[in-house]
């Protein structure tokens, strides 16, 4: 069962604008993580966001959380080629420690 | 150098073979998770494990099987009963020791079917 649900799709945005992409989710959580996956490689994790927690930032990022609306937000701002990328939104739930992946957004970032 | 290794990076399946995928951390994490990867559907997963001699079904177990003997170990085989196993399969682990733990992912595996 998916539990987040990325929005949108595919993104293409230029270098140095900035790019918004949301995630909604089902069931109450412990947290919320964004991941960043290269084409053909592995998930790197950007972030954590606490279920009581309402905004984050590290670096270029900054996550918010809505736990009313059941929805987090990810913000990359001056973007860079080099965020080219797929993003994934992940859940936690349970008392254990597995995720609930979304199906990712796929980011394109021109030069 | 720390972190998760997979092995081999391609593989390839003939018709009712079962082919194993190697997943090794060095992470000192007691908890690992085997994901596949289908385009367009994001990840899912297949078996996870908190703790060794320990293991539980993911959402698409059927057709594999896991063992964790040790630590840092944690191979999947893909057996004939999986009949559509063409797809990129991803390794990760994590502490496993609370709820606001990250997950780290090693490189992946293709599996081809010939």
């Known amino acids: 069962s998916q539990q987040g649900e990325e929005d949108p799709q595919a993104l293409s945005i230029q270098e140095g604008e900035n790019a918004t992409m949301n995630c909604s989710y089902k069931t109450s959580i412990n947290n919320l993580q964004w991941y960043r996956q290269n084409s053909g490689r592995g998930l790197v994790h950007l972030i954590l966001?606490?279920?009581?927690?309402r905004e984050k930032h590290s670096g270029r990022l900054r996550v918010t959380l809505d736990t009313s609306k059941k929805s987090s937000s990810l913000l990359i701002t001056a973007s860079r080629a080099a965020d080219t990328a797929s993003y994934f939104c992940a859940t936690h739930t349970g008392a254990n420690s597995k995720l609930t992946f979304g199906k990712g957004i796929t980011l394109s970032v021109r030069p | 150098d720390g972190g998760i290794t997979q092995s081999p990076k391609y593989l390839f399946r003939k018709e009712g073979q079962n082919v194993t995928l190697s997943c090794e951390q060095n992470l000192n994490h007691d908890a690992m998770y085997w994901y596949r990867q289908d385009p367009g559907q994001g990840l899912r997963l297949i078996y996870y494990?908190?703790?060794?001699?320990?293991?539980q079904k993911g959402d698409i177990a059927e057709g594999y099987s896991v063992s964790r003997e040790k630590k840092e170990s944690f191979p999947l085989t893909v057996t004939s009963a999986q009949k559509n196993p063409t797809a990129f399969y991803l390794c990760a682990s994590s502490l496993g020791h609370g709820v606001q733990e990250t997950q780290y992912f090693g490189p992946g595996t293709r599996l081809l079917v010939l």
């Open positions: 494990s908190q703790i060794v001699n320990d293991f």
């Open positions: 966001i606490r279920s009581n927690e």
